[in-house]
């Protein structure tokens, strides 16, 4: 039986989920995911071999992560998109204010606008995973993975048509069918979310072959390893 890897980027409804064969040879399925639970149950039933995922995993309790350094250096002029993890301690925080607020009470730093923007899956992630089960599940950075891809940082913005072409340009060399799904619209979603998930999914076959790189590697206090992949 051909082993699959999955892959999530989150979006406005939930997740996007690629699951492509670990050896690369195969077809490509896209689907939207309202929660974790379908992915969960995969790798656990082993229908998945691994996962990857764009949201931390292992949260420091008083800074920040190592590993979010050594991303944003690598990615060069594309380092904005790597905002620093929240501390463990702003993971019950409801309101912006108050994320902040416990955030400078504990780092001396206020959380960012986009860190808590994702908070409510950062929780969903940290409910659902531990050190056993990190074994097949990890975190990925997609334009870490598509530094790693091309051997460059990107050159434009995601959003941007010459940023979207570079990727779907770096994505045609390892899937096949990346243009038939980047044509396809799906329901909540934004179309980078899909170009996303490819490329997180290139990094779980990477994990899954161990022929990965790893930035960062640091434990929190749950055990949890606060590392990317790529």
Known sequence: MTKLVGSLDGCRVGWVLVTTPADGNGTSEVTVLTDLAPLIA???????SAAAIDIPIGLSPTDSRPCDFEARKLIGDRRSSVFPAPVRGVLDAQSYEVAC???RSISGKAISKQAFAILPKIREVDQLLTPERQQSFVEVHPEVSFTILVGRPMSHHKRRPNGRAERLAALRTVFDDVDHYAGQRFPGTQ???VLDAF???????RWATRTHRQLGGDLDGRGLRMEMIA
């Open 199 to 205: 490329v997180a999914a290139w990094s779980a076959r």
């Open 42 to 48: 995969d790798l656990d039933s082993g229908r998945l």
């Open 101 to 103: 607020e416990k955030s």
């Open 191 to 193: 179309p980078d979310d």
